[in-house]
DNA sequence: AAAGATTGCGCAATAT
DNA sequence: AATATTGCGCAATCTT
């Protein structure tokens, strides 16, 4: 019943969501799937797994979070709230209240000195940066494509499912029958062809 | 083979992460499952659909992006780079070089007076802050836990086609095998039971 | 090495 | 009134 010649609409654009990459480590758990699979493997961009990790948001940053700590405030006492200049216009950078170098960062990366002080005003400096915010919403927005193609595409895998599932009653319900029908006959006139093992 | 008690899982843990919401209009074609789907339909947050749009960064907004447009500056020309303030230290805000109130704004929300000032340093404007970087990183978290399940559940659910099609192969080979037999020995000894829709 | 892509972060405007 | 979301720009990285 029904075309069966679905997995086609959303699955498609999705897929083609995922360029070439070859991602080594995968969120999940690896190889979830790898037995029957396919087309499975590639999918998602493991969020801050591939190398991402621990950045330095010109700031400390390693405490809080970390198993199940309720999102403490990064700046888990130390001063006060070292916090306040995450984001923006520290024009000219290091130029605030504290700058605190509290001393539990690695022994590497330290100074404040900023590499060849790239200075803000500078043409340059804004031409990158306008750069770097046009290229965040481009990636936010594939982002958000990808994530949409994603929840589509489970969707459409669950009705795909529950229609299979329908199918594998009904065959299976058929199957019983033929079996039945098969056996009463077998009782009558017992021949050859075994009927309990057509294709099993 | 295998259990067959299988669906659980991923699938489990994605769906509590949806508490009780009942959004209004999907982001995909609203009801695209209907038919036979149950527990289908609540899933993802609509993205820039809920009533989120047209957000103001203490500025206006509006030219760039929309149709497909590659991500043009935001603040497209104007001026100059109306931008590089869009997220922090305005510490009291209003005091850099132009404010440009361009004629572009709604005869509404317009003058810079910022409700009754809610002067920067405050305590309370820190505490605010703080609370809210706190609830962002939640939130954050959260979206991004919803989102790996989703694509776990995705990769799950087609694991799961594939096994339901592998299985709706095989009784479909068995049955055809049987239906075989059983027209064999109708030609043998026609009786009664049609053998041409058992279940069907 | 340089440009673009990602991603965590804080801010501010909204939503709930 | 408080928390939850979400677009934005920044900066550090990663990828190409």
New interface residues.
């Given amino acids: 019943m029904m075309s069966d010649s679905r997995v086609s609409s959303v699955i498609q654009e999705w897929a083609s969501s995922y360029p070439s990459q070859a991602h080594s480590l995968n969120?999940?758990s690896s190889n979830?799937?790898a037995?029957?699979?396919?087309l499975?493997q590639m999918?998602?961009i493991p969020?801050?797994q591939t190398q991402g990790m621990m950045r330095v948001g010109t700031e400390d940053r390693v405490a809080g979070?970390m198993m199940g700590l309720?999102?403490?405030?990064y700046s888990t006492s130390c001063v006060g709230?070292t916090?306040?200049?995450?984001?923006?216009?520290?024009?000219q950078s290091h130029s605030?209240p504290q700058q605190d170098f509290s001393p539990f960062l690695l022994p590497s990366m330290r100074s404040p000195v900023p590499k060849r002080s790239i200075s803000k005003d500078s043409a340059e400096y804004?031409m990158r940066?306008?750069r770097n915010?046009?290229a965040v919403?481009?990636s936010r927005?594939k982002a958000?494509r990808r994530?949409?193609l994603?929840?589509?595409?489970?969707?459409?895998?669950?009705?795909?499912?529950?229609?299979?599932?329908?199918?594998?009653g009904?065959?299976?319900?058929?199957?019983?029958?033929?079996?039945h029908?098969?056996s009463q006959?077998h009782l009558q006139?017992g021949?050859d062809?075994a009927?309990g093992e057509?294709?099993?």
Same sequence: chains 1, 2.
Wanted: aromatic fraction near 2%.
């Fill in positions: 969120p999940v979830q799937v037995s029957t699979g396919q499975v999918d998602m969020y801050g979070q309720p999102y403490l405030p709230n916090s306040s200049m995450g984001g923006t216009n520290h024009h605030s804004r940066r306008e915010n046009i919403r481009k927005d958000r994530i949409l994603t929840q589509q595409r489970a969707v459409q895998l669950q009705d795909e499912n529950q229609k299979l599932q329908l199918r594998i009904q065959l299976t319900q058929e199957l019983d029958t033929l079996k029908i098969l006959r006139g021949e062809s009927v057509a294709g099993m």
